[in-house]
């Protein structure tokens, strides 16, 4: 296994300044992307995984503040770069799109107006060259009728066809890297298995690294071969999807994947996570996860927990297996 | 409750909306405070007639120098300070009265009624509220009471709108579905549902308000037709040292001065307030919730 | 066991206006066409897409707007005639708990207050009693009696969801109506809930109505499964059949397009994707609502739109490719 590495993560640690107070979204992540992988982030609500693809395509909002840690891509550390330096990576070789992708568009510019500004921009061609390049874009995400939809203006888009538009935009300049925050949450699912095939077919045609963000455990298992596990805003569990998914290590991923009801069998009780989340404002020093779970023993409130290997490839922050107290 | 603490921690953390803050707390507290800090009452109230002591410039004994009749404009000044209060407080709260039934019944009953109803209050609209309450004024007649009656009738459509406007969004939020599922009936819905959650920002703006309708009280007394004299009223008093502004420009200049500062501040705070119901910012405020 | 409600021919079409005079141009019909019917103490599940009708059949069922065409009976009396007493006798019986709980719930009143109101309408109970009945209702779906005093913004979503089952179920409706129940909250929390459900159906007798498109709640809680298409029903069944042995393209479509979290699944064996998207219920195709989109469509399904096919007693499909297998 000698992947190259594309993208490596170090200690990052993220804080949100808000009105009520400092939120810690992102606490010492490290993470390693390898080339043409796809990764799934996979977490809930307040996971923190979200504020992750966000700082990974250099895209966080103004109150965010990246207090700690290194983001090495292709050998350069994206922050500590100026912001004009910065905006040369940003979206170019790094893009996103999202859950809604009526935030990758103004509404007030047709689809084609946005694809054609950036081309041009991007490459400096003429006006024609940049039509011909936003039809071909189009036909690749599998839009048909082309002509139609550059004139059409994002709400003229039912949530498919501007999903398949926003992951054309996305892919305009060429990117290396596409991080999307769950594509598919809010289309129907014969649309969303639509798209998830789409962004498969595109990921090999385009040489892609993949970043998928996701809560759906689904999705995860048809996606990526590999997969990080995120609590409360650090990396618990790390692993190829397969493993992670059939033998869980930490025990709120195991938790996790027994509390989802499947289609394929009938289930009793499903087993659900007691407790809520910790205050982010004021998580534990140690396991995030120590107070909802029945392993907890008393070393795993004490100091921060490190995230150990286990097998090649296999990383979990739990004391059960060996991590340091 | 955490709201308001978080609205002061924002405003807490500008010093132009805590300026905003700072004045308009102490025109309410100078408002409520007035006749018991006097130092000279019977000039304030403009009982007293001194010609001996007329057109003084200020002075430690007189900060704000005396009027044509020989009172001491600080003291008057203060006082009036209590009137605009009550003249803000007593328009916007009869606006809201009158504004927000009209608006709650139109927005939520619909139909024929509420279309009436909202005719009307178009009508009202399309007259400037100025010259509405200039008219009304002058057909009521001079007193505190009817200034406050003639301006309330030219404002209240306003709250009417924006009752109206909150009332239609509210009406068809899930929680007033469930109550109606639960068999809550209509009028209880009306008052325990929508009502209490299409408030927050008509209550806001009209305390916003309260800064234009002392503007607009001033104005009424400034053309003659508001609250006669000898009451400390600011634009009486300001319209008083009118005609003899260029030997004794104190007469005008100190109450003028208060109502622009008073003014001032409640625009501060609009603004500040304004910034808090950005929904950008509220984005910002729901991370929590995520 | 007897009939608890019964749909019959349901219709809703939405007139589309238009112009200053509000000229009626068209009908969106969302719901054109719907017969189903619940016993007590079972859950019978409607399932589709956004557009498929699910949503305006609830509501209607709710008395929460009118039907076009079509009658709803409760006990054999037709709930859309009811007038005075007659609604007060429904509202008692059949009860809602919707998606959003920090929608459903009037966030200025306090959670005591919240489940009270139902008992203030229908009951002649004292303020005492509510306050104990409250408390005990509380307990029932396992939340502490201090919450009582709190609003619903200062819950979590699992909690609040449990307030809104608390107060649909105050006064003892024999039908909940259940609208997309678990869709907002995270999967961790959507076990709790899923739980308490079930837990409350066999304890209370309860029938439910499950209004969702999430496939895999409906086989966790239903006995019955209905799948809808653009405002008609293409087919019904026991859960078993319809999971285990789908006869519709739709649903066979519907349930292969679920990415299943478990790697040596990863989806069921037979396949079928759906080109495109639904065609706008302004326009529906001709013949079979599903012509358009159907791998297997001939000639004859464009013509004429199937009429259920039995299947088994319990089992109907709207499809005339099964008959001919």
């Known amino acids: 296994m000698s992947e190259e590495s594309l993208l490596n993560i170090s200690n990052l640690t993220i804080h949100y300044h808000t009105v009520e107070g400092v939120i810690k979204a992102v606490r010492n992540v490290s993470l390693n992307v390898s080339r043409g992988e796809s990764l799934c982030i996979v977490g809930e609500s307040g996971s923190g995984k979200s504020t992750l693809g966000l700082a990974i395509s250099l895209s966080l909002p103004r109150n965010a503040v990246v207090v700690e840690g290194s983001m090495v891509y292709e050998g350069v550390d994206l922050f500590k770069l100026s912001p004009p330096e910065r905006q040369r990576y940003r979206g170019r070789e790094i893009s996103m799109i999202f859950q809604d992708p009526a935030t990758t568009f103004n509404p007030l510019f047709t689809i084609g107006e946005h694809l054609v500004d950036i081309l041009r921009h991007h490459f400096g061609v003429s006006m024609d060259e940049a039509v011909a390049r936003a039809i071909e874009l189009l036909r690749k995400v599998q839009l048909s009728d082309q002509d139609r939809i550059l004139r059409a203006y994002p709400h003229e888009l039912s949530g498919g066809m501007l999903q398949r538009a926003a992951i054309a935009t996305a892919l305009s300049t060429n990117p290396k890297v596409l991080i999307a925050d769950e594509p598919t949450t809010m289309l129907d699912v014969t649309t969303q298995s639509q798209i998830l095939e789409l962004i498969n077919t595109l990921k090999q045609e385009f040489g892609l690294t993949l970043l998928l963000i996701t809560h759906n455990l689904g999705i995860a298992n048809e996606i990526c071969n590999r997969t990080v596990v995120m609590y409360a805003g650090a990396l618990i569990e790390e692993g190829p999807t397969d493993e992670i998914l059939l033998n869980p290590l930490h025990p709120y991923t195991a938790k996790l994947i027994k509390a989802v009801p499947t289609i394929t069998k009938e289930q009793g009780r499903l087993s659900y996570i007691p407790g809520m989340l910790p205050d982010l404002r004021n998580p534990p020093a140690g396991c995030p996860f120590a107070e909802r779970c029945e392993f907890a023993t008393r070393y795993c409130n004490s100091s921060s927990i490190k995230r150990v290997q286990v097998s090649p490839g296999r990383r979990v922050a739990c004391i059960l297996h060996g991590a340091e107290a | ?290 | ?325």
């Open chain 2, 1 to 290: 409750m955490s709201e308001f603490r978080l609205y002061f921690n924002l405003i807490r953390g500008s010093p132009i909306y805590l300026i905003g803050l700072l004045l308009v707390s102490s025109f309410v507290i100078i408002g409520i405070l007035a006749p018991y800090i006097l130092t000279k009452p019977a000039d304030a109230w403009g009982l007293t007639y001194d010609i001996s002591r007329r057109f003084q410039p200020p002075s430690p004994e007189h900060p704000f120098g005396t009027d044509e009749y020989g009172r001491d404009v600080f003291n008057r000044v203060l006082l009036g300070t209590r009137f605009s209060l009550m003249i803000g407080v007593g328009v916007v709260a009869l606006s809201l009265a009158i504004g927000i039934p009209v608006g709650l019944v139109a927005g939520y009953v619909g139909g024929k009624a509420g279309t009436a109803l909202m005719r009307v209050t178009d009508m009202f609209l399309a007259f400037p509220p100025l010259l509405l309450a200039i008219a009304l004024a002058a057909t009521f007649g001079r007193g505190l009471l009817n200034t406050v009656l003639a301006l309330s009738l030219s404002w209240w459509p306003w709250y009417s709108r924006l009752a109206y406007i909150q009332v239609n969004s509210v009406k068809s939020l899930p929680y007033v579905d469930a109550a109606k599922v639960v068999g809550v009936s209509e009028l209880e819905i009306m008052f325990r549902h929508v009502l209490p959650n299409s408030l927050t920002p008509i209550i806001t703006q009209a305390t916003l308000d309260i800064g234009s309708a002392i503007l607009e009280a001033s104005a009424l007394s400034f053309l003659g037709v508001g609250v006669p004299p000898p009451t400390p009223e600011w634009g009486l008093l300001v319209s008083s040292g009118w005609g003899t502004i260029s030997r004794a420009w104190w007469i005008s200049l100190f109450p003028g001065l208060s109502i622009v500062i008073t003014v001032l501040g409640f625009n501060l705070l609009g603004d500040a307030i304004k910034e808090l119901m950005d929904p950008r910012l509220r984005n910002l405020l729901s991370v929590r919730r995520v």
């Open chain 3, 1 to 325: 066991m007897s009939v608890l409600l019964e749909v019959r021919e349901l219709v809703k079409h939405f007139p589309i206006k238009s112009g200053l005079f509000g000229r009626v141009t068209g009908y969106v019909r969302a719901v054109d066409g719907v017969s189903f019917k619940i016993n007590g103490n079972t859950v019978f599940s409607l399932v589709g897409e956004s557009g498929s009708g699910k949503t305006t059949t609830l509501r209607c069922i709710l008395r929460l707007i009118e039907p076009t065409s079509g009658e709803i009976l409760l006990d054999g009396r037709d709930v859309v005639r009811l007038k005075g007493k007659e609604v007060k006798w429904f509202r008692r019986n059949v009860q809602a708990v919707f998606q959003n709980p920090f929608l459903s719930l009037n966030p200025r009143m306090k959670v005591r207050d919240l489940i009270g109101e139902p008992l203030k309408t229908h009951t002649e109970m004292s303020d005492d009693e509510i306050h104990r009945k409250v408390n005990d209702l509380l307990a029932m779906v396992g939340l502490p009696s201090a919450v009582a005093n709190q609003h619903p913004p200062s819950l979590s979503g699992g909690q609040a969801q449990r307030v809104a089952i608390a107060r649909a179920l105050s006064i003892e409706p024999r039908l909940l109506l259940l609208d997309e129940p678990t869709s907002a909250l995270d999967v961790s929390v959507q076990a709790q809930i899923l739980n308490l459900l079930m837990e409350l159906k066999e304890r209370l007798k309860l029938a439910y109505v499950l209004v969702t498109h999430d496939l895999s709640v409906v086989r966790y809680l239903s006995d019955y499964v209905a799948v809808m298409y653009l405002g008609r029903i293409v087919e019904v069944g026991s859960v078993v059949e319809i999971f285990n042995d789908p006869k519709h393209p739709y649903t066979l479509a519907l349930l292969s397009s679920i990415p299943v979290p478990d790697p040596n699944v990863k989806r069921l064996r037979r396949r079928l994707t759906l080109p495109g998207e639904p065609p706008s219920p302004i326009n529906l195709p001709h013949g079979c609502r599903l012509s358009s989109r159907c791998p297997y469509a001939s000639n004859e399904c464009m013509v004429k739109e199937p009429d259920l096919i039995r299947v088994s007693d319990t089992h109907y499909v709207r499809c005339i490719k099964v008959v001919k297998g």
